[in-house]
């Protein structure tokens, strides 16, 4: 510290007895907080280095001439030396975490692998692959949802028949059946605030509306749930729900897509499909649409045969469910559609029971699971 003492005495500074110790304390940090110290030492606020540059102010003219340019120059090389040491601490912190990380990548895959990807897991990819080919986005909603979103905003008035049609699980009690409230009114607005398990993945239109303006492109995916257990049916299965809300969009669109959207998944050349009128509440006109298929071999084989399969529900999104989720009906329209996931995985993979899926059989999920290594894609067939 000989040069510390000389830039605070009287006499000229040391600068080159100052440079060397201080790059022989840079060359000797070992890491990077070591080099932090030097550096505040050096041209930190109260830094050696700083210090001699605040005394220039007392200096002659004469002197401050010779001094100046070799101080600048002496904090010039000490930042550059600093900077050039911590570079080599990041670049030798880099190759040790190569070094550990490092795999070989010429060993062999594992011919077996331990785990399997469920086949609803994969089918949930695959449609999502094939709507995002289309420009959907991919929206997320909560399996416990809000009577609103699930109910209200999608046009199912309150009392109204279709609700019951739902099979719902409400969290908590009903309040209909509270003794204490036999104010009708009262009994709407506890009803109102009741938390239930998303029936469908419809709830999730009403959040993107109500979340982002149109033109709107989306699908949703998920849990769903309702009171029902039998070979066809789970009190938990998945859907996968489209919402298209622009200022021009048809049904001749929404027939398109659904189109499109039929003959990647299943794989075909040429699917036939049908659209029979049908009723939902948040949907005018509504249709459930089918697809042609053959089931004479004890198989459904779809887009041949005599027969009619029913795949999924769409329509135009009804004027009040848009006026509800906050937008115009005057200026904006859209097409909605909404299929349940489970009985499409088991029509294309060949799962006759939906009851299996669920059963965490690990003999089911080896013999129909998916290998991790092979990915869904358009261009190499998506069931691959
Ligand atoms: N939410 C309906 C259900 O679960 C399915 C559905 C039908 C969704 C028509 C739609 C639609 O978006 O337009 O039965």
């Known amino acids: 510290m000989d040069a510390a003492v000389n830039a605070t005495s009287t006499s000229a500074p040391d600068v080159e007895a100052l440079e060397r110790e201080l790059t022989a304390r840079i060359d000797a940090a070992a890491d990077e907080a070591a080099l932090e110290a030097v550096r505040i030492d050096a ?80 089918v949930l990819e695959e449609m999502a692959l094939i709507f995002g080919e289309m420009g959907f986005t991919l929206e997320e909603g909560p399996d416990i949802e809000t009577d609103f979103n699930n109910f209200t905003a999608l046009n199912f008035p309150e009392g109204h028949p279709a609700r019951d049609m739902h099979d719902t699980f409400f969290l908590g009690r009903n309040p209909a059946n509270d003794p204490n409230t036999d104010d ?4 709407m607005a506890a009803n109102r605030e009741r938390k ?11 959040r993107t509306m109500l979340r982002q303006p149109p033109p709107i492109r989306m699908i949703c ?18 859907q996968t729900e489209g919402l ?11 027939k398109g897509v659904l189109m499109a959207f039929v003959k990647a998944y299943f794989e075909v050349d040429a699917v036939e499909v049908r659209f029979r009128p049908h009723y939902f509440p948040f949907t005018e006109p509504s249709a459930e649409m089918d697809v042609r298929c053959d089931r004479s071999g004890g198989q459904i084989k779809i887009g041949q045969g005599d027969d009619w399969l029913e795949i999924l529900g769409c329509g135009m999104v009804h004027p009040n469910v848009i006026k509800k989720c906050g937008l115009d009906p005057e200026k904006y329209q ?42 869904p894609g358009l261009a190499q067939g998506i069931a691959t």
């Not at 009708?184 to 009994?187: I, K, N, R």
């Not at 239930?196 to 009403?206: G, I, K």
């Not at 995916?221 to 998945?238: N, V």
């Open 184 to 187: 009708p009114a009262s009994s």
């Open 244 to 254: 298209v809300i622009d200022e021009k969009t048809s049904m001749a669109d929404l």
């Open 334 to 375: 859209g097409y909605a559609f909404g299929m349940g996931v489970d009985r499409l995985a088991g029509l294309k993979y060949g799962m006759p029971d939906l009851r299996d899926y669920f059963g965490a059989d690990v003999r089911w999920l080896k013999h129909y699971g998916f290998s991790p290594y092979l990915l």
């Open 43 to 122: 041209l930190g606020k109260q830094g050696l280095v700083s210090g001699l540059m605040r005394t220039l102010g007392q200096m002659s003219p004469d002197e401050r001439q010779i001094m100046g340019p070799k101080l600048n120059r002496l904090r010039d090389l000490v930042a550059e030396t600093i900077a050039v040491r911590k570079a080599g601490f990041a670049e030798a912190a880099l190759e040790a975490k190569l070094r550990v990380d490092a795999i070989d990548v010429t060993l062999p895959a594992p011919r077996f692998y331990q785990g399997a990807i469920h086949p609803i897991s994969r």
């Open 196 to 206: 239930l398990l998303r029936t469908h993945t419809s709830p999730v239109q009403v």
């Open 221 to 238: 995916q998920g849990r769903t749930y309702r009171k029902d257990s039998d070979a066809t049916h789970t009190p938990m299965f998945h």
